[in-house]
């Protein structure tokens, strides 16, 4: 498990792209091998709008929604599942997102700013569960070393002025 921490702009989603394999690095002697099944939540969301939150989990997972009701944050989206993602808080659609990413078959996940607009007792949850109760791989930027204080993670900070050419473990 690892962890990027730095200001805006200083580069964290970048990597996550480059590790992901969405992002070709431009200097040919850079090699990034990943050879895990890879999922990824952006700092934006990846639903569809128009899709209640049971359709967009279905869509993803191409399994029905009942084959994961025992997750253990699957009762913090059960009420808010058959409503259209349009009608949504920003903070509601990041937990149909980040519980249908640990639902996955994936191997290694990729969380661009995970706790954006959730509450405190709801990002507390979610980061318990994360830090303590998946056996998934998971690399993770954030701008606040907080989130994650009590974590045997490796950090990683990027300091100095931008563009940010310090990255300090």
Request: overall charge positive.
């Given at each position: 498990?690892?962890?990027?921490?730095?200001?805006?702009?200083?580069?964290?989603?970048?990597?996550?792209?480059?590790?992901?394999?969405?992002?070709?690095?431009?200097?040919?002697?850079?090699?990034?091998?990943?050879?895990?099944?890879?999922?990824?939540?952006?700092?934006?969301?990846?639903?569809?709008?128009?899709?209640?939150?049971?359709?967009?989990?279905?869509?993803?997972?191409?399994?029905?929604?009942?084959?994961?009701?025992?997750?253990?944050?699957?009762?913090?989206?059960?009420?808010?599942l058959n409503q259209p993602v349009y009608t949504l808080s920003f903070g509601q659609?990041?937990?149909?997102?980040?519980?249908?990413?640990?639902?996955?078959?994936?191997?290694?996940?990729?969380?661009?700013?995970?706790?954006?607009?959730?509450?405190?007792?709801?990002?507390?949850?979610?980061?318990?569960?994360?830090?303590?109760?998946?056996?998934?791989?998971?690399?993770?930027?954030?701008?606040?070393?907080?989130?994650?204080?009590?974590?045997?993670?490796?950090?990683?900070?990027?300091?100095?002025?931008?563009?940010?050419?310090?990255?300090?473990?």
């Amino acid at each position: 498990m690892a962890l990027f921490v730095g200001p805006s702009g200083c580069g964290k989603t970048t990597i996550l792209k480059l590790i992901g394999g969405y992002l070709k690095p431009t200097d040919q002697s850079t090699f990034i091998n990943n050879p895990f099944r890879t999922g990824m939540i952006l700092q934006n969301d990846m639903l569809v709008p128009w899709l209640s939150g049971t359709r967009n989990i279905e869509l993803f997972l191409k399994r029905p929604i009942a084959s994961f009701r025992s997750h253990p944050l699957f009762g913090m989206i059960e009420p808010i599942l058959n409503q259209p993602v349009y009608t949504l808080s920003f903070g509601q659609r990041r937990m149909i997102e980040l519980v249908r990413a640990f639902c996955s078959d994936r191997e290694l996940l990729l969380l661009d700013e995970p706790f954006n607009y959730l509450d405190e007792n709801r990002r507390e949850r979610f980061a318990n569960h994360i830090i303590n109760n998946t056996k998934i791989r998971i690399i993770c930027t954030s701008h606040y070393f907080g989130e994650f204080t009590n974590t045997h993670w490796e950090q990683f900070r990027f300091e100095g002025d931008p563009p940010h050419t310090h990255l300090i473990s």
